[in-house]
């Protein structure tokens, strides 16, 4: 049998530093090939080059083209590669909006890979679309709503239905579960298996989920993968530190009134561009999070936790109730009372990285120390500390983390979230994109946070991590406005 992918001798580097080199197997049709290691080993970076979102310093990429069989794709010109990247391959982003078109519908969005294979009648892309959605548990009635209106895991699933829509013969994807629920990713796990089944559709994953490979994959061998660079340390020639724990904080707070304290809330959100309609997404929560303490939001993914979190912080505007945060209600207080609230008092770690492009790493996770009047080797010195403990080669210290990994982005992202000792902390999926060593790193740097004092809360769709962590769980889907009814 022809393999449907021939890769050989395929290497990139970055400078001086080796993303993979020396890499050689065959992916046959009908066939799932995982790719694991830990975080900023180089998976990405291999998945990237096969897929030619990167140009490969060196080797062969040849896949089995329908009209004239193998052919090497980084010799393609660019619009063979686009035509490619439109049919026969697909490409899941481990950040949904890197592979969606956020000012566009949902059904659009599923509907452009149709157009793009030929598919002119408009009810059959929407019949197509809406079929698609309901398989990755959107709802029919989402279907003219923009991407921008969904939460992080229903963003995952609508990028996936956009890319399987058109069945093709190779699918590439990098994290695809990462931010899911068990209950949706099961679902979606299940789908692939089908898909492979049926169509004979082939897949590259790149997870740092053991259960994914082993659920999905055909084979997963050690010597096809092991070139791809190791630990993110032995790629730079670095060795890599041993964890370590830092004295605790001299802050301590009175454990019996609430740090958090939420009351009454709700939150709604109109879709201007569909003639002024409003969803209801949250009606009547109250709850209190004491110092010391980590509850966990659970629920479906789009059940509201991310939305609830986003108030909590200020991004989301609440339609009513009280949002207190150490005296200071969030729903009702000027912007200038909330940027001192964040800067003293309220820390955010997101899922994603967002900063400014160019500041080197070392900068970015000082920052926070900075805004509060720490002296700048001091803060540097804590920031070289975290860096070091969650595996950050110092080599990478100077660089702006845009270049990095996405695991790499999130260890960053967490230094930045705990370089200031915050005596209240919103961790959203803070393990969604790590390995086992980094991820007990976290959890370790979380329950340091609580034993300290801090309130948090914190969604985890890890559920071994959540039973470590968290001392109680909210369900939050019991106060969207359906089942609040």
């Known amino acids: 049998m022809t393999p449907l992918l021939s890769v050989r001798h395929l290497e990139k580097r970055y400078g001086g530093r080796i993303g993979c080199t020396q890499v050689n197997f065959d992916l046959y049709p009908g066939e799932v ?22 140009e490969a310093d060196a080797g062969e990429v040849l896949f089995d083209t329908r009209a004239d069989g193998l052919r090497d794709t980084r010799k393609m010109s660019e619009p063979e590669r686009r035509m490619l990247g ?18 566009v519908s949902a059904g659009g969005n599923v509907g452009e890979r149709l157009m793009a294979v030929g598919a002119r009648h408009y009810g ?46 190779l699918v590439f994807m990098d994290e695809p579960t990462g931010g899911l629920d068990v209950s949706v990713q099961a679902r979606l796990l299940d789908l692939l298996r089908g898909l492979v089944r049926e169509m004979g559709l082939s897949a590259i994953i790149v997870t ?71 969803i209801s997404v949250m009606e009547g929560p109250g709850w209190m999070w004491r110092p010391g303490e980590c509850v966990a939001l659970t629920g479906n993914s789009g059940a509201g936790k991310s939305t609830l979190m986003r108030m909590v912080y200020g991004n989301y505007l609440a339609a009513s109730g009280a949002i207190v945060v150490g005296g200071v209600d969030v729903a009702r207080a000027e912007p200038r009372e909330i940027l001192e609230l964040r800067r003293h008092t309220l ?60 695991g790499e982005q999130q260890r960053v992202n967490i230094a930045r979230g705990f370089a200031h000792e915050y005596p209240a902390m919103l961790l959203d999926e803070p393990t969604a994109s790590l390995d086992a060593t980094n991820r007990e790193t ?28 968290a001392d109680r769980e909210v369900d939050v889907s019991a106060f969207t406005p359906a089942r609040a009814a």
Not at 211 to 225: K, Q, T, W
């Open 124 to 169: 059959d892309i929407r019949d197509q679309a809406i079929d698609w959605l309901g398989r990755v548990e959107i709802a029919e009635d989402r279907v003219d709503d923009r991407p921008s209106a969904f939460s992080g895991g229903m963003q995952q699933r609508l990028q996936i239905a956009r890319n399987l829509v058109t069945g093709p013969r």
């Open 208 to 278: 740092h989920d053991l259960a994914v490979v082993r659920l999905l994959a055909d084979r997963l061998d050690g010597d096809e993968i092991r070139p791809c660079g190791g630990t993110g340390a032995d790629r730079s020639g670095s060795g890599r530190s041993a964890a370590w724990l830092y004295p605790a904080s001299v802050f301590r707070s009175c454990r019996c009134e609430p740090m958090i304290h939420i009351e009454n809330v709700s939150k709604s959100f109109t879709l201007h561009n569909q003639g002024g309609a409003v």
């Open 86 to 103: 439109r049919t026969d391959w697909a490409f899941v982003h481990q950040n949904a909006r890197d592979g969606l078109r956020m000012g």
């Open 442 to 469: 976290v959890l370790s740097l979380i329950e340091e946070a609580k034993a300290r004092g801090a309130a948090i809360i914190g969604i985890f769709h890890d559920a071994p991590a959540r039973a470590r962590v």
């Open 347 to 406: 820390g955010y770690v997101s899922q994603f990285l967002r900063v400014v492009p160019r500041v080197p790493t070392l900068d970015v996770v000082a920052e926070p120390l900075l805004a509060v009047g720490t002296e700048r080797e001091a803060a540097r010195a804590r920031a070289r500390d975290l860096l070091t403990r969650l595996n950050i080669p110092e080599t990478l210290w100077g660089l702006s983390p845009t270049t990095f990994s996405g």
């Open 33 to 54: 090939l995982g790719i694991v290691g830990e975080s900023g080993s180089g998976k990405s970076t291999l998945l990237n080059c096969l897929a030619g979102h990167l």
